[in-house]
C-alpha cells in the first residue's frame, strides 16, 4: 500500500568541476563526507536515507515539516563548512521537496512525489531549497520561513503543472516573502501553464533586450555570433546561454572564468558561482560575466523573469 509521505532530494551543484580540479579519488571523499554530514542531519530530523546518487541522496520523512526543518539545517551546516573552505571545495547544495503517495519496493520507492521532488532539485539553484504545494499544504500554517511563490512548471511524465514554493530559508523573521495561504488560487496557478520564465529581460551598457521562451536558446558572449554581445575582454567567445528547460529560464555558463549571479531577494552571501554548471534563473537580479561583484568595471548584465 503507497504511504503519504515527503520526499528530499539533495544534490552537490557543481561536482564536475570539483572532480576535475581535485582529482577523483580527493573529490569522491569530499562528496562522501558532504553526504555523510547530510544524512547525519536527515536522520536527527527523523527522516530515513534511502539511497545515495553520487552527488546527492534521496531521502524520506513522515513529517513534512520535520523534511523542510532538515533541509533548512542541511543549508545552513553546508554554508559553514564550505566558509572553511577554499573553492576548489565549492559546491553548494540544492534541495527539492514533495510530498504525496509514495510506493515501497524492496527498500526503494517510487512514484509522483518522487518524481516531482526529483525534478524540483534539478530545477533549483544552488543554496535553494523548491517544494511543492502538497508539501505546503501538509505543514499547516506551522512553518516559521517564509515562502516565495514560484509559479508552475511542466513536470516530464506528469500530466497536471506542478506549482512551486521557493522556502526563504535565509530570511531570520518572516517577511512579505510570507505565503499565506488562502491569499492565491491554486486552480488559477494551474491554468496559467509554466508560469517560471515566460520571458527574460536582459539590461547590458544601456541597452536592453527581451526574449520569450520560444526564441531560446540565446547566446551571451564576447563575439558577433551572439545574440546579446558583451564586448569585454574578461568574457569569453561564447561565455554562457539562456535554455527553456522544464517549464524555466536556465543560464548554463560556457566559459573560462564563470559566471556570478545575485539575486534582489536574496542576501549578498548567497552570490552564486556558476564554472560550466547551470542555474534557474526566476525574479530579477545581476549577472556578472568573467569578474566579481567586488570589480567595479565588471561587465554586468541586469536580468528581470516575468
Not at 158 to 164: L, T
Amino acid at each position: 500500500m503507497p504511504r503519504n509521505q515527503t520526499v528530499v532530494f539533495t544534490d552537490l551543484h557543481g561536482s564536475t568541476a570539483v572532480f576535475e580540479s581535485l582529482g577523483n579519488a580527493r573529490a569522491t571523499e569530499v562528496v562522501t563526507g558532504f553526504n555523510t554530514e547530510i544524512g547525519r542531519i536527515v536522520q536527527a530530523h527523523r527522516g530515513q536515507v534511502v539511497k545515495t546518487l553520487g552527488d546527492g541522496l534521496l531521502a524520506i520523512f513522515d513529517d513534512a515539516l520535520q523534511a523542510i526543518e532538515a533541509a533548512v539545517t542541511i543549508q545552513r551546516d553546508h554554508q559553514q563548512r564550505l566558509s572553511a573552505l577554499s573553492d576548489t571545495h565549492r559546491m553548494p547544495v540544492r534541495i527539492g521537496i514533495s510530498s504525496g503517495d509514495v510506493e515501497w519496493v524492496q527498500g526503494d520507492c517510487y512514484g509522483d512525489a518522487v518524481n516531482v521532488a526529483s525534478r524540483l532539485c534539478d530545477l533549483c539553484g544552488p543554496n535553494q531549497i523548491w517544494i511543492n504545494l502538497s508539501t505546503l499544504d501538509a505543514v499547516n500554517g506551522k512553518l516559521s520561513y517564509g515562502c516565495r511563490t514560484l509559479g508552475t512548471i511542466a513536470v516530464r511524465g506528469r500530466v497536471e503543472p506542478c506549482s512551486v514554493f521557493q522556502v526563504e530559508w535565509q530570511s531570520e523573521a518572516a517577511t512579505e516573502l510570507m505565503t499565506v495561504l488562502g491569499q492565491f488560487d491554486p486552480d488559477q496557478m494551474q491554468s496559467a501553464g509554466d508560469s517560471i520564465g515566460k520571458e527574460i529581460e536582459l539590461h547590458w551598457n544601456g541597452h536592453q533586450e527581451t526574449f520569450h521562451a520560444f526564441d531560446l536558446p540565446v547566446s551571451i558572449g564576447r563575439v558577433k555570433t551572439n545574440r546579446l554581445v558583451v564586448p569585454d575582454p574578461r568574457v569569453s567567445r561564447t561565455h554562457a546561454q539562456l535554455l527553456w528547460k522544464n517549464g524555466a529560464i536556465v543560464l548554463e555558463d560556457l566559459s573560462s572564468y564563470g559566471t556570478w549571479i545575485r539575486f534582489s531577494d536574496a542576501p549578498s552571501r548567497a552570490d552564486i558561482l556558476l564554472r560550466r554548471s547551470s542555474s534557474v534563473l526566476y525574479g530579477q537580479g545581476i549577472l556578472v560575466l568573467g569578474a566579481t561583484f567586488s570589480d567595479s568595471d565588471a561587465p554586468v548584465v541586469r536580468f528581470k523573469v516575468s
